[in-house]
């Protein structure tokens, strides 16, 4: 009986080992690919002035969610929207890169309960991620950040982390990464936990994602409500520490108490502009708050996707853009992708000069595109970053 048990034990492990190295090699691949796909599409057609254009300009986003997802971020991949080729093959200079660690199931932009069940607990366990994160907000984000630092210690990747404000000038063959929470869980309560996160490379801060949380309510929460008291001691404690705070799906009354307590500039890193696409309100700030962000040095990204802009297109990216320069002015707006975050899009990084000729093609001033493809966010972080 003794062998027969033994050998019971070793095919379980045999089992268990063979499921998870099938739910690895095809469950997970298949859901990023399904997640983070883009719509099928003839080759943009991009005049030469265009590209000579885009070519001249330092492209930046604020915002992508690639380190999400198990695939390694240095090799080129046929899903996804983002990786460092493809980075560089769409002239890329600087990408933020959002760590997301917590989202409920059942997510929607109308309301969702905080204690829904988890989707990013399955993901992690999905994708092996190390036992310590199966439990832990706050190790999914310091894994994501290591994740990060991994792909910026091999010095073949000519890639590096922007933890000040020297950083940002690097040789024309190195990409430049920012670290952002999504949302603050990663504290868990603790402020503490601002420090740990700032020691691993994080330089933005959201407050909220899907769901109200310990710092106040979320666009997409049940209470709508404004910071607590720890929310207040946070949002405080990162303004003292040059951390960039991010209120992209904070609610209005949670982005209307920052904006009482901190002069500092804010950044939404994905989104859009109401009035430019009313049906998009259960998503996006409406048009007085983002023009009180922008009349004090703040920065909107406009992301690509359908709950954030009517038409995603490039011609729809394009006008959203244009839309945004009009309400916020041209130094307030730039490129927010959301790239990875479980949204279709109609391009990839690697293809953003359709963008640069949309705008182009709009008749946009050639001094604004580069603002808005690039230089503000340069600029921004030049502003906002530590010394």
């Known amino acids: ?12 492990v045999l089992f268990l080992f063979a499921g998870g190295a ?17 719509r099928d599409h003839a080759p943009y057609v991009i005049s030469p002035e265009a590209q000579a254009l885009h070519d001249s300009i330092d492209v930046a986003d604020l915002h992508a969610d690639t380190l999400l997802w198990k695939r390694d971020p240095a090799k080129r991949h046929d899903r996804g929207q983002v990786d460092l080729p493809r980075l560089r093959e769409g002239g890329v200079k600087l990408q933020i890169f959002s760590a997301t660690t917590k989202s409920p199931d059942g997510q929607n932009f109308d309301g969702n309960d905080a204690d829904a069940a988890d989707q990013i607990t399955k993901l992690a366990q999905a ?7 199966w439990n832990s907000i706050y190790e999914r984000a310091a894994y994501q950040a290591q994740r990060l630092q991994k792909l910026e210690a091999n010095k073949n990747n000519k890639f590096i982390i922007a933890r000040t404000v020297s950083d940002l000038v690097q040789p024309d063959d190195v990409v430049i990464g920012l670290l952002l929470t999504e949302g603050s869980h990663p504290l868990e309560g603790k402020l503490e936990n601002i420090d740990r996160l700032y020691d691993e490379g994080y330089r933005i801060m959201g407050l909220q994602h899907f769901f109200d949380n310990k710092l106040g309510g979320s666009l997409h929460g049940r209470s709508q409500s404004g910071l607590t008291d720890f929310g207040r001691a946070a949002v ?11 209120v992209a799906h904070s609610s209005e009354a949670t982005v209307r108490d920052v904006l009482s307590i901190t002069d500092a500039p804010l950044m939404l890193s994905h989104g859009g502009v109401v009035s430019h696409c009313p049906r998009t309100k259960n998503r996006n700030l409406p048009d007085d708050i983002l023009i009180e962000m922008a009349n004090r040095g703040s920065l909107v990204g406009i992301g690509y996707f ?14 959203a853009i244009d839309h945004a320069v009009v309400v916020l ?25 359709a ?4 705008l182009m093609d709009r008749g946009m001033n050639e001094d604004i595109i580069r603002k808005v493809m690039g230089e503000n966010a340069f600029t921004f972080l030049s502003l906002n970053l530590p010394e």
Not at 22 to 38: C, E, I, L
Not at 128 to 133: D, E, G, N, Q, V
Not at 236 to 246: L, N, Q, V
Not at 306 to 319: E, H, L, S
């Open 1 to 12: 009986m003794g062998r027969f048990f033994r050998w019971a034990a070793i095919l379980t």
């Open 22 to 38: 099938y739910v690895f090699g095809h469950v997970v691949p298949d859901t990023d690919a399904k997640m983070n796909a883009v």
């Open 127 to 133: 994708q092996l991620w190390p036992l310590r994160t």
């Open 236 to 246: 405080t404690a990162m303004t003292e520490k040059d951390i960039i705070i991010d």
């Open 306 to 319: 359908q709950g954030v802009i009517c038409d995603i297109t490039p011609k729809g990216i394009a006008a």
């Open 329 to 353: 002015g041209p130094e307030a707006v730039a490129l927010g992708s959301d790239f990875d975050g479980t949204v279709e899009t109609t391009l990839d990084t690697s293809e953003l000069a």
């Open 355 to 358: 963008i640069t000729q949309a």
